[in-house]
Nanobody, 124 residues
């Protein structure tokens, strides 16, 4: 079982920023696209942002476009989610996931391994 380790969640006021990190073993990180998803209470898990293996392609959900950005450092086997101008509706558990492929997918079915999730709470 591949373990993805997330960190960086917490409580922040509206308008604030957080950066989530997700670290993975090198052999399971190299060559794969990575995605970020979130799940709020009573809602389905949704795609937030993703990045291709080489980092030359990124994708962001319309609801967070311009505020959340995914990046990766392949030398550290780590992917990041920079979250700016946070809103109360961004409150959710955030998950990183490793895809089956090198490119980005918006579908959770295209992701093989998942982190444990990290809570992000944005107060108004």
């Amino acid at each position: 079982q591949v373990q993805l380790v997330e960190s960086g969640g917490g409580l922040v006021q509206a308008g604030g920023s957080l950066r989530l990190s997700c670290a993975a073993p090198g052999r399971t990180f190299s060559g794969y696209g990575m995605g970020w998803f979130r799940q709020a209470p009573w809602k389905e898990r949704e795609f937030v942002a993703g990045i291709s293996w080489r980092g030359d392609s990124t994708s962001t959900a319309d609801s967070v476009k311009g505020r959340l950005t995914s990046s990766r450092d392949n030398t550290k086997n780590t992917v990041y989610l920079q979250m700016n101008s946070l809103k109360p509706e961004d409150t959710a558990v955030y998950y990183c996931a490793r895809g089956f492929y090198s490119f980005i997918s918006w579908s959770s079915f295209d992701y093989e391994h998942w982190g444990q999730g990290t809570q992000v709470t944005v107060s108004s």
